[in-house]
């Protein structure tokens, strides 16, 4: 259901067999690094209670900073790439969308103190919109982008999307 098991192994329409990447970030295992430290944030996250209120706080604050890089690097460069291919549009505007449910759930928590005893519940209602949308990405999304992008475009999308992440984090920081 996920992408490949070797990290930067990815078959594109240009390669034939999987071939290993050894010096640029590929688009794709940029996206599933991101992806895999968003869930062990909110796994940490969700186990937490209304009286862990420090470490509630914690991890809510490294999972928003994860979320607004990652959806400012998809939003600014793999998405309109991909948009532009008919077969995918569909695909993409869907994707903008969930990032704006998200986004309208982290608004709401950013409006709770962390103790309200509604919190949890829309951390879980978060928390599955981001895990709809990372399955979706990692399977509909990422073959598409094999489809469409060979391997150099691949590695491209990467190498922009890792200095602008770079970029934003620093700002961030």
């Given amino acids: ?3 490949p098991a070797l990290p930067g192994a990815i078959p594109s329409r240009s390669d034939g ?3 290993e990447r050894v010096d640029e970030m590929d688009v794709l295992q940029l996206l599933k690094e991101d992806h895999d430290k968003i869930k062990k944030i909110l796994t940490h996250l ?3 209670t ?3 209120v420090k470490t509630r706080e914690e991890f809510y604050t490294k999972v928003r900073a994860e979320l607004q890089v990652h959806e400012a690097i998809e939003e600014e460069i793999l998405y309109p790439a991909l948009k532009e291919h008919p077969k995918a549009k569909d695909l993409v505007l869907e994707a903008y969308e969930e990032h704006n449910v998200v986004d309208m759930v ?3 928590l950013d409006a709770l103190p962390y103790d309200d005893e509604t919190w949890g519940a829309k951390l879980t209602v978060m928390r599955e919109n981001i895990e709809h949308h990372i399955g979706e990405e990692e399977s ?4 598409q982008c094999r489809d469409v992008f060979d391997r ?3 590695a491209e999308l990467g190498d922009r ?3 602008r992440k770079e970029e934003l984090e620093r700002a961030m920081a």
């Fill in 1 to 3: 259901m996920f992408g």
């Fill in 17 to 19: 067999p999987r071939t």
């Fill in 46 to 48: 969700e186990s937490t």
């Fill in 50 to 52: 209304d009286r862990g």
């Fill in 106 to 108: 982290m608004a709401e």
């Fill in 140 to 143: 509909e999304m990422f073959e």
């Fill in 152 to 154: 150099d475009e691949l």
């Fill in 161 to 163: 999307m890792e200095a």
